[in-house]
Every structure is written in C-alpha cells, then in structure tokens.
C-alpha cells in the first residue's frame, strides 16, 4: 500500500475525540476522553445530586482511603474526599456529592487536572473545557434552585 494510500485512510478514520463534551439528556452531561481514561459529570436534578466517574481504560484504580483532584492553569486548587467508591472491577472510580463547584470551577478555569488514588492518577487537558463546562452549569432543570 502506497503511503499516500495509507495518510488518506488514516485521515478519514473516526479517532477518538478528546474535547470536553456537553449533553442534556437524559440528564446534564459533562464528558473527556483521554488516552487512559473516560471522565463524566452528571447533575441529576431528580436526586438532586452530582456524580464523578473515572473509568480506567487498562488497569484499576489502588483502593486507597483517599481521592483527589489537583487542577493548574489559571486558578491552581487541590480538592479531595474519602466518599469515593470503586466499581466492582475497580476501573471507574466515583464520587456524589449535592455541590460541585470546586470540581467545576477547577476543570473551568484551568488548563489540566490530575486525579487519583493512591500511586494511580490520570490526567486530562482542560484548557478547551470552558463553554462545555458553562452549558453544564446552564444546563435546563425543572428545579428553581439550580436554574
């Protein structure tokens, strides 16, 4: 095959996106792809509650007593919790919470973030994350409080 062949095909293969992604449905949506991981946020107004998932490509995350998320860019923030939880395989990590203006603002006003457990961290550019970001806040709600 000639290379030009090969250059043609390779530019016309659906290869992974890695922008930060917005979705309303069916619940408010914040969504990265990385090389190592997939990252989503969601608000369920019906609970009303935030969600963090991590899911791993390879591996599991260390079950450690901690998590944490550290952002650098504009605003540099360290935040963390002991109220994750680890899936049964441990390869999505999550955390709930009523608030998440920390993690918002961190991935909003910053240009990376790295987050983990123990020795295991992933990390992910977030410096074209802003107008994803803004849609989630925006997102519709049935709830007055969040609108």
């Not at 293969?13 to 917005?22: E, G, I, K, R």
């Not at 295991?120 to 410096?127: E, I, K, L, Y």
């Not at 970001?133 to 709600?141: E, G, I, K, L, T």
């Amino acid at each position: 095959m000639s290379i030009m062949r090969f250059a043609l095909i390779l530019t016309v293969l659906p290869l992974p996106a890695f922008a930060w992604d917005f979705s309303p449905d069916p619940v408010c949506t914040l969504t990265h792809q990385t090389d190592t991981a997939e990252i989503a946020i969601t608000y369920d107004v019906s609970l009303p509650e935030y969600a963090l998932f991590i899911t791993l490509r390879e591996g599991e995350w260390d079950d450690a007593p901690s998590f944490q998320m550290t952002f650098q860019g504009g605003v540099p923030v360290t935040i963390g919790t002991t109220r994750h939880m680890l899936s049964g395989d441990s390869a999505t990590l999550s955390v709930r919470d009523r608030g998440f203006g920390n993690v918002l603002d961190g991935i909003e006003f910053n240009t990376s973030l790295a987050a983990g457990t123990g020795a295991r961290f992933v990390t992910a550019d977030t410096s074209d994350a802003a107008a994803a970001v803004q849609a989630f806040r925006n997102c519709p709600s049935d709830d007055p409080a969040v609108s």
